[in-house]
Protein backbone atom coordinates (compact mmCIF):
# COMPACT_ATOMS: atom_id res chain seq x y z
CA UNK A 1 0.00 0.00 0.00
CA UNK A 2 2.84 2.26 0.36
CA UNK A 3 2.80 2.84 -3.18
CA UNK A 4 0.06 4.23 -3.32
CA UNK A 5 0.64 7.03 -0.30
CA UNK A 6 2.79 8.70 -3.42
CA UNK A 7 0.01 9.59 -5.43
CA UNK A 8 -2.06 12.40 -4.47
CA UNK A 9 -4.77 11.13 -2.41
CA UNK A 10 -7.91 13.30 -3.46
CA UNK A 11 -9.07 11.05 -6.54
CA UNK A 12 -9.24 8.05 -4.11
CA UNK A 13 -11.92 6.50 -3.14
CA UNK A 14 -13.10 6.61 0.85
CA UNK A 15 -12.26 2.88 1.19
CA UNK A 16 -8.90 3.43 0.03
CA UNK A 17 -8.17 6.83 2.07
CA UNK A 18 -9.63 4.75 5.25
CA UNK A 19 -7.36 2.31 4.36
CA UNK A 20 -4.27 4.46 3.79
CA UNK A 21 -5.25 6.72 7.64
CA UNK A 22 -5.39 3.67 9.45
CA UNK A 23 -2.11 2.19 8.44
CA UNK A 24 -0.62 5.66 9.77
CA UNK A 25 -0.19 5.27 12.87
CA UNK A 26 2.32 2.01 11.67
CA UNK A 27 3.72 4.09 9.16
CA UNK A 28 4.55 6.71 11.55
CA UNK A 29 6.46 4.82 14.20
CA UNK A 30 8.40 2.62 11.05
CA UNK A 31 9.36 5.67 9.30
CA UNK A 32 12.48 7.84 10.75
CA UNK A 33 11.28 11.33 12.15
CA UNK A 34 14.74 12.13 13.05
CA UNK A 35 15.97 12.73 9.29
CA UNK A 36 17.53 15.80 8.28
CA UNK A 37 19.40 16.51 11.81
CA UNK A 38 22.97 16.49 10.77
CA UNK A 39 24.08 13.85 13.35
CA UNK A 40 27.27 11.74 13.62
CA UNK A 41 24.53 8.97 12.95
CA UNK A 42 23.73 10.17 9.49
CA UNK A 43 26.43 8.38 8.53
CA UNK A 44 25.35 5.27 8.38
CA UNK A 45 21.76 5.28 8.00
CA UNK A 46 20.05 5.06 5.12
CA UNK A 47 19.76 8.82 2.72
CA UNK A 48 16.25 10.49 3.08
CA UNK A 49 14.21 10.33 -0.11
CA UNK A 50 12.09 12.60 -1.62
CA UNK A 51 9.28 9.89 -1.35
CA UNK A 52 9.15 10.00 2.48
CA UNK A 53 8.17 13.58 2.24
CA UNK A 54 5.80 12.97 -0.13
CA UNK A 55 4.42 10.14 1.98
CA UNK A 56 3.68 12.20 4.78
CA UNK A 57 2.28 15.02 2.81
CA UNK A 58 -0.07 12.52 1.21
CA UNK A 59 -0.55 10.28 4.92
CA UNK A 60 -1.77 13.64 6.19
CA UNK A 61 -4.14 14.64 3.53
CA UNK A 62 -5.79 10.85 4.18
CA UNK A 63 -6.23 11.12 7.62
CA UNK A 64 -7.58 15.04 7.42
CA UNK A 65 -9.92 13.16 5.41
CA UNK A 66 -10.97 10.31 7.64
CA UNK A 67 -10.81 12.51 10.84
CA UNK A 68 -7.58 11.08 12.60
CA UNK A 69 -6.40 14.36 13.71
CA UNK A 70 -3.76 13.26 15.89
CA UNK A 71 -1.62 11.28 13.42
CA UNK A 72 -2.83 14.53 10.61
CA UNK A 73 -0.62 16.58 12.97
CA UNK A 74 2.58 14.41 13.87
CA UNK A 75 2.68 14.18 9.85
CA UNK A 76 2.52 18.20 10.37
CA UNK A 77 5.12 18.33 12.66
CA UNK A 78 7.56 16.28 11.39
CA UNK A 79 7.38 17.54 8.32
CA UNK A 80 7.88 21.24 9.96
CA UNK A 81 10.78 19.59 11.99
CA UNK A 82 12.75 19.28 8.48
CA UNK A 83 11.15 22.22 6.35
CA UNK A 84 11.13 24.90 8.62
CA UNK A 85 7.97 27.39 9.89
CA UNK A 86 8.80 29.56 6.47
CA UNK A 87 8.58 26.85 3.58
CA UNK A 88 5.67 28.33 0.84
CA UNK A 89 3.65 24.46 0.97
CA UNK A 90 4.31 24.12 4.74
CA UNK A 91 2.19 27.28 5.26
CA UNK A 92 -0.40 26.16 2.63
CA UNK A 93 -0.38 22.85 4.47
CA UNK A 94 -0.44 24.01 8.25
CA UNK A 95 -3.62 26.32 6.81
CA UNK A 96 -5.21 23.43 5.63
CA UNK A 97 -4.91 21.76 8.91
CA UNK A 98 -6.50 24.44 10.22
CA UNK A 99 -9.57 24.43 7.73
CA UNK A 100 -9.61 20.72 8.50
CA UNK A 101 -10.41 20.99 12.55
CA UNK A 102 -12.19 24.54 12.17
CA UNK A 103 -15.48 24.47 14.03
CA UNK A 104 -17.44 27.17 12.70
CA UNK A 105 -17.65 29.59 10.19
CA UNK A 106 -15.72 32.12 12.37
CA UNK A 107 -12.77 30.17 12.77
CA UNK A 108 -12.99 29.24 8.58
CA UNK A 109 -12.69 33.40 9.07
CA UNK A 110 -9.38 33.61 11.10
CA UNK A 111 -7.99 31.31 8.97
CA UNK A 112 -8.77 32.94 5.53
CA UNK A 113 -7.45 36.13 7.95
CA UNK A 114 -4.19 34.80 8.82
CA UNK A 115 -4.04 33.56 5.01
CA UNK A 116 -4.78 36.99 3.65
CA UNK A 117 -2.24 38.74 6.28
CA UNK A 118 0.55 35.86 4.41
CA UNK A 119 -0.34 37.37 1.26
CA UNK A 120 0.12 41.01 1.99
CA UNK A 121 2.97 40.09 3.47
CA UNK A 122 4.52 37.82 0.32
CA UNK A 123 2.58 37.87 -2.99
CA UNK A 124 4.27 35.42 -4.33
CA UNK A 125 3.30 32.64 -1.93
CA UNK A 126 1.72 30.45 -4.82
CA UNK A 127 0.89 27.69 -2.19
CA UNK A 128 -1.52 29.78 0.10
CA UNK A 129 -2.76 32.25 -2.66
CA UNK A 130 -4.54 28.46 -3.67
CA UNK A 131 -5.47 27.65 -0.53
CA UNK A 132 -7.20 30.89 -0.41
CA UNK A 133 -9.03 30.89 -3.25
CA UNK A 134 -10.04 27.06 -2.34
CA UNK A 135 -11.25 28.26 1.14
CA UNK A 136 -12.94 31.29 -0.65
CA UNK A 137 -15.21 28.46 -2.93
CA UNK A 138 -15.61 26.16 0.38
CA UNK A 139 -17.44 29.35 1.78
CA UNK A 140 -19.70 29.54 -1.20
CA UNK A 141 -17.66 32.38 -2.52
CA UNK A 142 -17.23 32.23 -6.03
CA UNK A 143 -17.25 34.92 -7.37
CA UNK A 144 -14.43 35.79 -5.19
CA UNK A 145 -12.90 33.54 -5.71
CA UNK A 146 -12.41 33.80 -9.65
CA UNK A 147 -11.85 37.39 -9.21
CA UNK A 148 -8.48 36.07 -6.54
CA UNK A 149 -7.92 32.85 -9.59
CA UNK A 150 -7.47 35.15 -12.39
CA UNK A 151 -4.58 37.61 -10.28
CA UNK A 152 -2.87 34.58 -10.00
CA UNK A 153 -3.16 33.30 -13.36
CA UNK A 154 -2.28 36.67 -14.43
CA UNK A 155 0.52 35.97 -12.09
CA UNK A 156 2.01 32.74 -13.27
CA UNK A 157 -0.07 32.46 -16.60
CA UNK A 158 1.71 28.35 -16.90
CA UNK A 159 -0.01 26.84 -14.14
CA UNK A 160 -1.99 24.19 -15.46
CA UNK A 161 -3.44 23.16 -12.38
CA UNK A 162 -4.76 26.87 -11.83
CA UNK A 163 -6.09 27.02 -15.42
CA UNK A 164 -7.73 23.80 -14.61
CA UNK A 165 -9.43 25.01 -11.36
CA UNK A 166 -10.68 28.55 -12.77
CA UNK A 167 -12.26 26.40 -15.94
CA UNK A 168 -14.18 24.58 -13.46
CA UNK A 169 -15.24 27.23 -11.36
CA UNK A 170 -16.41 29.34 -14.07
CA UNK A 171 -18.55 25.94 -15.55
CA UNK A 172 -19.97 25.73 -12.20
CA UNK A 173 -21.22 29.24 -12.58
CA UNK A 174 -22.80 28.90 -16.17
CA UNK A 175 -19.96 30.61 -17.85
CA UNK A 176 -19.22 28.33 -20.40
CA UNK A 177 -17.00 30.33 -23.26
CA UNK A 178 -14.61 31.61 -19.81
CA UNK A 179 -14.72 28.09 -18.99
CA UNK A 180 -13.63 26.81 -22.72
CA UNK A 181 -11.08 29.58 -22.42
CA UNK A 182 -9.38 28.55 -19.55
CA UNK A 183 -9.25 24.83 -20.76
CA UNK A 184 -7.75 26.23 -23.81
CA UNK A 185 -4.81 27.68 -21.95
CA UNK A 186 -4.70 24.23 -20.09
CA UNK A 187 -3.85 22.37 -23.04
CA UNK A 188 -1.44 24.94 -24.41
CA UNK A 189 0.38 23.90 -21.41
CA UNK A 190 -0.35 20.15 -21.50
CA UNK A 191 -1.00 19.69 -24.87
CA UNK A 192 -0.80 15.63 -24.89
CA UNK A 193 -3.50 15.12 -21.58
CA UNK A 194 -5.73 13.54 -22.81
CA UNK A 195 -8.21 13.52 -20.05
CA UNK A 196 -8.20 17.35 -20.45
CA UNK A 197 -8.68 16.82 -23.92
CA UNK A 198 -12.13 14.75 -23.14
CA UNK A 199 -13.12 17.55 -20.42
CA UNK A 200 -13.06 20.35 -23.13
CA UNK A 201 -14.95 18.12 -25.13
CA UNK A 202 -17.73 17.89 -22.19
CA UNK A 203 -17.68 21.61 -21.39
CA UNK A 204 -18.21 22.34 -25.03
CA UNK A 205 -20.89 19.54 -25.22
CA UNK A 206 -22.46 21.03 -22.01
CA UNK A 207 -22.22 24.79 -23.90
CA UNK A 208 -23.68 23.04 -26.68
CA UNK A 209 -26.80 21.53 -24.97
CA UNK A 210 -26.97 24.69 -23.15
CA UNK A 211 -27.93 27.51 -25.20
CA UNK A 212 -29.04 27.79 -28.90
CA UNK A 213 -26.85 30.39 -30.18
CA UNK A 214 -23.79 28.82 -32.02
CA UNK A 215 -24.54 25.29 -30.53
CA UNK A 216 -23.78 23.91 -33.91
CA UNK A 217 -20.44 25.43 -33.88
CA UNK A 218 -19.90 23.83 -30.14
CA UNK A 219 -21.09 20.67 -30.73
CA UNK A 220 -18.63 20.27 -34.10
CA UNK A 221 -15.73 21.24 -31.85
CA UNK A 222 -16.59 19.09 -28.75
CA UNK A 223 -16.56 16.32 -31.57
CA UNK A 224 -13.26 17.19 -32.65
CA UNK A 225 -11.64 17.30 -28.96
CA UNK A 226 -13.24 13.82 -28.55
CA UNK A 227 -11.44 12.50 -31.17
CA UNK A 228 -8.50 14.18 -30.72
CA UNK A 229 -8.82 12.49 -26.90
CA UNK A 230 -9.29 8.68 -28.60
CA UNK A 231 -5.81 9.77 -31.11
CA UNK A 232 -3.84 10.32 -27.42
CA UNK A 233 -5.36 6.97 -25.55
CA UNK A 234 -6.20 3.89 -27.09
CA UNK A 235 -9.43 2.07 -25.63
CA UNK A 236 -10.38 5.55 -23.64
CA UNK A 237 -13.65 4.94 -22.87
CA UNK A 238 -14.56 8.54 -21.32
CA UNK A 239 -13.39 9.70 -24.95
CA UNK A 240 -15.46 6.95 -26.88
CA UNK A 241 -18.49 7.72 -24.38
CA UNK A 242 -18.37 12.25 -24.99
CA UNK A 243 -17.98 10.90 -29.04
CA UNK A 244 -20.75 8.98 -28.92
CA UNK A 245 -23.06 11.47 -27.33
CA UNK A 246 -21.47 14.42 -29.63
CA UNK A 247 -22.03 12.76 -33.10
CA UNK A 248 -25.64 11.38 -31.89
CA UNK A 249 -26.47 15.33 -31.47
CA UNK A 250 -24.45 16.21 -34.14
CA UNK A 251 -26.88 13.16 -36.41
CA UNK A 252 -29.83 14.69 -34.92
CA UNK A 253 -29.23 18.24 -35.98
CA UNK A 254 -27.52 17.42 -39.54
CA UNK A 255 -30.53 18.12 -41.27
CA UNK A 256 -31.21 21.54 -40.18
CA UNK A 257 -27.75 22.94 -40.68
CA UNK A 258 -27.22 25.54 -42.58
CA UNK A 259 -24.20 25.58 -44.34
CA UNK A 260 -21.56 27.86 -43.12
CA UNK A 261 -21.79 31.65 -44.26
CA UNK A 262 -19.26 33.61 -46.20
CA UNK A 263 -17.61 35.46 -43.24
CA UNK A 264 -17.74 32.43 -40.85
CA UNK A 265 -13.78 32.12 -40.32
CA UNK A 266 -13.75 28.63 -38.22
CA UNK A 267 -13.68 25.46 -39.43
CA UNK A 268 -16.48 23.89 -41.55
CA UNK A 269 -18.55 21.59 -39.68
CA UNK A 270 -17.55 17.79 -39.96
CA UNK A 271 -19.24 15.59 -43.26
CA UNK A 272 -22.28 13.92 -42.02
CA UNK A 273 -20.69 10.69 -43.13
CA UNK A 274 -18.06 11.21 -41.11
CA UNK A 275 -19.81 11.73 -38.01
CA UNK A 276 -22.20 8.65 -39.19
CA UNK A 277 -19.18 6.37 -39.43
CA UNK A 278 -17.24 7.62 -36.30
CA UNK A 279 -20.49 6.88 -34.29
CA UNK A 280 -20.45 3.57 -35.32
CA UNK A 281 -16.78 3.18 -34.53
CA UNK A 282 -17.93 4.41 -30.92
CA UNK A 283 -20.63 1.95 -30.47
CA UNK A 284 -18.38 -1.19 -31.46
CA UNK A 285 -15.67 0.35 -29.56
CA UNK A 286 -17.91 0.90 -26.17
CA UNK A 287 -19.51 -2.25 -26.75
CA UNK A 288 -16.52 -3.83 -26.97
CA UNK A 289 -14.88 -2.26 -23.72
CA UNK A 290 -18.32 -2.72 -21.83
CA UNK A 291 -18.02 -6.67 -22.68
CA UNK A 292 -14.49 -6.85 -22.03
CA UNK A 293 -14.57 -5.57 -18.44
CA UNK A 294 -17.92 -6.73 -17.86
CA UNK A 295 -16.30 -10.31 -18.52
CA UNK A 296 -13.55 -9.78 -16.39
CA UNK A 297 -11.37 -10.52 -19.03
CA UNK A 298 -7.37 -9.83 -18.00
CA UNK A 299 -6.14 -6.56 -18.94
CA UNK A 300 -9.18 -4.82 -19.35
CA UNK A 301 -10.20 -4.00 -15.49
CA UNK A 302 -8.11 -0.69 -15.27
CA UNK A 303 -11.84 1.02 -15.88
CA UNK A 304 -13.70 2.83 -13.42
CA UNK A 305 -16.96 1.17 -12.57
CA UNK A 306 -19.50 3.75 -12.47
CA UNK A 307 -17.95 4.84 -15.81
CA UNK A 308 -18.38 1.12 -17.64
CA UNK A 309 -22.03 1.26 -16.26
CA UNK A 310 -22.74 4.63 -17.53
CA UNK A 311 -21.43 3.55 -20.82
CA UNK A 312 -23.96 0.07 -20.58
CA UNK A 313 -26.60 2.28 -19.99
CA UNK A 314 -25.79 4.74 -23.24
CA UNK A 315 -25.79 1.42 -25.07
CA UNK A 316 -28.63 0.33 -23.60
CA UNK A 317 -30.65 3.52 -24.70
CA UNK A 318 -29.26 3.58 -28.21
CA UNK A 319 -30.66 -0.13 -28.25
CA UNK A 320 -34.30 0.79 -27.05
CA UNK A 321 -34.26 3.47 -29.54
CA UNK A 322 -33.60 1.25 -31.97
CA UNK A 323 -36.13 -1.66 -31.35
CA UNK A 324 -38.86 0.81 -30.73
CA UNK B 1 8.73 -18.78 -19.52
CA UNK B 2 11.48 -17.77 -16.66
CA UNK B 3 12.88 -21.30 -16.16
CA UNK B 4 12.93 -21.68 -19.72
CA UNK B 5 15.30 -19.00 -19.92
CA UNK B 6 16.80 -19.93 -16.83
CA UNK B 7 17.69 -23.21 -18.02
CA UNK B 8 19.33 -22.65 -21.57
CA UNK B 9 21.27 -19.43 -19.57
CA UNK B 10 21.98 -22.27 -16.71
CA UNK B 11 23.25 -24.38 -19.74
CA UNK B 12 25.34 -22.17 -21.73
CA UNK B 13 27.34 -21.26 -18.97
CA UNK B 14 27.78 -25.46 -18.21
CA UNK B 15 29.19 -25.38 -21.68
CA UNK B 16 31.34 -22.16 -21.26
CA UNK B 17 32.67 -23.13 -18.36
CA UNK B 18 33.81 -26.57 -19.89
CA UNK B 19 34.84 -24.96 -22.49
CA UNK B 20 37.32 -22.64 -20.32
CA UNK B 21 38.72 -25.85 -18.75
CA UNK B 22 39.14 -27.38 -21.71
CA UNK B 23 41.55 -24.95 -23.00
CA UNK B 24 43.27 -24.86 -19.63
CA UNK B 25 44.15 -28.49 -20.27
CA UNK B 26 45.00 -28.36 -23.15
CA UNK B 27 47.52 -25.95 -22.99
CA UNK B 28 48.83 -27.05 -19.97
CA UNK B 29 49.25 -30.32 -21.89
CA UNK B 30 50.77 -28.45 -24.83
CA UNK B 31 53.35 -26.63 -22.87
CA UNK B 32 54.41 -29.70 -20.90
CA UNK B 33 55.07 -31.56 -24.13
CA UNK B 34 56.28 -28.91 -26.21
CA UNK B 35 58.88 -27.86 -23.06
CA UNK B 36 59.76 -31.69 -23.63
CA UNK B 37 60.61 -31.16 -26.80
CA UNK B 38 61.97 -27.82 -26.91
CA UNK B 39 64.30 -29.23 -23.79
CA UNK B 40 65.38 -32.12 -26.39
CA UNK B 41 65.47 -30.40 -29.60
CA UNK B 42 67.07 -26.97 -27.80
CA UNK B 43 64.96 -24.82 -30.69
CA UNK B 44 63.14 -21.88 -30.33
CA UNK B 45 59.25 -22.84 -29.34
CA UNK B 46 56.56 -22.27 -32.58
CA UNK B 47 54.47 -19.82 -31.09
CA UNK B 48 51.38 -20.40 -33.14
CA UNK B 49 51.00 -24.28 -32.09
CA UNK B 50 50.77 -23.21 -28.65
CA UNK B 51 48.14 -20.38 -29.61
CA UNK B 52 45.90 -22.54 -31.49
CA UNK B 53 43.07 -24.42 -29.98
CA UNK B 54 41.55 -27.31 -31.11
CA UNK B 55 38.26 -26.49 -33.13
CA UNK B 56 36.06 -28.67 -31.18
CA UNK B 57 37.07 -25.87 -28.03
CA UNK B 58 36.46 -22.57 -29.99
CA UNK B 59 33.13 -23.98 -31.60
CA UNK B 60 32.02 -25.19 -27.90
CA UNK B 61 32.77 -21.94 -26.80
CA UNK B 62 30.67 -19.64 -29.18
CA UNK B 63 28.17 -21.93 -29.05
CA UNK B 64 28.53 -21.34 -25.56
CA UNK B 65 28.05 -17.39 -25.76
CA UNK B 66 25.31 -18.11 -28.00
CA UNK B 67 23.28 -19.97 -25.76
CA UNK B 68 24.06 -17.51 -23.01
CA UNK B 69 22.85 -14.60 -24.82
CA UNK B 70 19.81 -16.46 -26.11
CA UNK B 71 19.12 -17.63 -22.40
CA UNK B 72 19.31 -13.95 -21.33
CA UNK B 73 17.24 -12.35 -24.12
CA UNK B 74 14.39 -15.11 -23.46
CA UNK B 75 14.45 -13.71 -19.66
CA UNK B 76 13.65 -10.01 -20.15
CA UNK B 77 10.71 -8.65 -19.11
CA UNK B 78 8.10 -7.65 -21.47
CA UNK B 79 9.08 -3.84 -23.62
CA UNK B 80 7.13 -0.89 -22.18
CA UNK B 81 5.10 0.64 -25.02
CA UNK B 82 6.89 3.76 -26.54
CA UNK B 83 4.25 5.00 -28.66
CA UNK B 84 2.19 7.66 -26.33
CA UNK B 85 -1.41 6.51 -27.23
CA UNK B 86 -0.32 2.91 -26.71
CA UNK B 87 1.25 3.78 -23.40
CA UNK B 88 -1.88 5.92 -22.35
CA UNK B 89 -4.48 3.59 -23.46
CA UNK B 90 -2.46 0.68 -21.36
CA UNK B 91 -2.92 3.03 -18.41
CA UNK B 92 -6.68 3.38 -19.20
CA UNK B 93 -7.58 -0.29 -19.86
CA UNK B 94 -5.34 -2.23 -16.99
CA UNK B 95 -4.53 0.17 -14.51
CA UNK B 96 -2.47 -0.65 -12.13
CA UNK B 97 -2.23 -4.67 -12.72
CA UNK B 98 -0.78 -3.09 -16.10
CA UNK B 99 2.63 -2.20 -14.26
CA UNK B 100 3.38 -5.09 -11.62
CA UNK B 101 6.48 -6.21 -11.85
CA UNK B 102 7.09 -10.12 -11.93
CA UNK B 103 6.72 -10.14 -7.76
CA UNK B 104 3.57 -8.89 -7.81
CA UNK B 105 4.20 -5.53 -6.44
CA UNK B 106 3.87 -2.05 -8.17
CA UNK B 107 6.48 -1.05 -10.69
CA UNK B 108 8.38 2.16 -8.45
CA UNK B 109 8.10 4.48 -10.94
CA UNK B 110 4.07 4.21 -12.01
CA UNK B 111 2.07 7.43 -11.34
CA UNK B 112 -1.15 6.49 -13.06
CA UNK B 113 -2.53 8.91 -15.60
CA UNK B 114 0.20 12.01 -15.02
CA UNK B 115 -2.24 14.19 -16.20
CA UNK B 116 -4.77 13.26 -13.26
CA UNK B 117 -3.75 16.02 -10.81
CA UNK B 118 -5.35 18.67 -13.34
CA UNK B 119 -8.78 16.84 -12.20
CA UNK B 120 -8.02 16.39 -8.40
CA UNK B 121 -5.55 19.38 -7.67
CA UNK B 122 -4.32 19.17 -4.97
CA UNK B 123 -3.28 22.71 -4.52
CA UNK B 124 -7.08 23.47 -4.81
CA UNK B 125 -8.22 20.46 -2.01
CA UNK B 126 -11.35 20.73 -0.67
CA UNK B 127 -11.07 19.24 3.01
CA UNK B 128 -14.29 20.42 4.57
CA UNK B 129 -16.04 19.18 1.43
CA UNK B 130 -14.04 15.32 1.70
CA UNK B 131 -14.61 14.75 5.38
CA UNK B 132 -18.38 15.44 4.82
CA UNK B 133 -18.40 13.41 1.69
CA UNK B 134 -16.10 10.55 4.13
CA UNK B 135 -18.23 10.82 7.02
CA UNK B 136 -21.64 10.36 4.75
CA UNK B 137 -19.75 7.33 3.00
CA UNK B 138 -19.16 6.00 6.66
CA UNK B 139 -22.80 6.24 7.74
CA UNK B 140 -24.08 4.68 4.25
CA UNK B 141 -21.57 2.32 4.92
CA UNK B 142 -22.78 1.70 8.29
CA UNK B 143 -26.50 1.51 7.16
CA UNK B 144 -25.66 -1.01 4.24
CA UNK B 145 -24.05 -3.27 6.92
CA UNK B 146 -27.00 -3.58 9.32
CA UNK B 147 -29.40 -3.64 7.09
CA UNK B 148 -28.94 -7.23 5.81
CA UNK B 149 -28.68 -8.40 9.83
CA UNK B 150 -32.28 -6.78 10.25
Not at chain 2, 35 to 63: C, K, N, W
Not at chain 2, 110 to 126: H, Q
Amino acid sequence: MSSSLLHPPSHLSPAVALELSQSAPAVLRNVPSTNGTYSISSLWTAAETPELWITYEHLMLSCLRTGDEESAHLCLKRLTQRFGDDNTRLMALRGLFQEAVAKDDAALKQVLDEYESILTDDPSNIPVAKRRIALLQSLNKPTEAITALTKLVDASPTDAEAWAELSDLYVSQGMYPQGIFALEEVLLITANAWNMHARLGEVLYMAATANDSGSEKYLAESFRRFCRSIELCDDYLRGYYGLKLATDRLIETAPQASRPSKGDTGLPPPEIETVKRLNEVATAKLSEIVRKSAGGEAGWQGYDEAEVIAAKELLNRDAANITR
Amino acid sequence: MTWISQSVTGLGLLFLAHACYSAHEHSVLHSTSAASVSSIASQGIDTSTIASLPLDISIETVAAVFTVCLGLVLGTPGLRPIQWRVWAGKIEREGEKGFMNGDGTLDKDYIGNPFKVLESRPGFVDIRKQRKEFAEWVREGDSAATIPKN
